[in-house]
């Protein structure tokens, strides 16, 4: 066998080999797009993400770090088609190549669209839109409670339509911000200040916007906020167009903020006039019953009179 001194090749370590293989795979590779359905999918300690992107033909090992994953707004999981971003890689250990993914997105609709169909299912599935949870609202409540932002018109629009219904009103405003990385969590914070505070009821409410506007109220944060929450609680989020989390797990939804004033306490004019005429029928009733029993007594009392009169034969 030739001496290893006399072989003109460069001898490599397997360390050394899988190294270099990494580097120029790193650097010719550095930042691709690739696209493929997941299998074999593996949330590690629900850290870090393992699985294989295939096609008809062939499949590559893909991981995707908890610093990476942690910013996706949906879920990875069996059988999705995505799209990942990132760089080739090699796992010098076992001489395997493999995709470390930086970014993920859905092929076919957004990512926001598919997060909130996997959440709106995931609540599904463990009751959180069941009827049977969903509390009353009360007709006269003493204290109404409502978390919006202070500075929009959507308070505005609900004082207004209270103020028709029931002028004497008891209203306690939390302020939040409805939009933003920290409102979902804001949101939550200002139902457990309101219930705390003793409302009989409680009005999530913002005006209108595109999906991200409103994605603090499609949040699990807040869905688990809203269904544990012991105060019955209306959800009035964007236009009647506009569907949300909150307004599934909500014990009512109302389809404006305005709707929300409407539904909260009942109409004192129309409940006056309602009482009037429920009187008015309990008094003619009464009347009718009076006459009927005027005209039995009598008969009966004529009855009686006429038996007295006969004599015995």
Known sequence: MEDNKTLKSKIYTVSELNLEIRKNLESNYSDIWLEGE?????????KHMYFD????NSKIR??????????????IEEGLHILINGYVSVYEKRGEYQIVALDARPVGKGSLILAFEQLKEKLEKKGYFDRIHKKNIPILPNKIGIATSVGGAVIRDIIS???RRFKNFHLIIRDVNVQGITSSGEICKA???LCQYGVDVIILARGGGSLEDLWAFNTEKLAEKIFDCSVPLI???GHET???ISDFVADKRAATPS???EIVILNKAEAVENLKETSKKIKNLIKSKMAILKKEFNFLTRSLSEISLLKPT
């Open 235 to 237: 959800s009035a989020v």
């Open 62 to 75: 893909v991981v995707m770090f908890h610093n990476n994953n942690k910013n996706l707004l949906f879920n």
């Open 53 to 56: 992107l295939k096609d008809e």
């Open 259 to 261: 709707v929300a004033g």
């Open 161 to 163: 339509v209270l103020e």
């Open 242 to 244: 506009d569907y949300t």
């Open 191 to 193: 139902i457990d200040d």
């Open 38 to 46: 997941v299998s074999n999918f593996y949330f590690h300690d629900k």
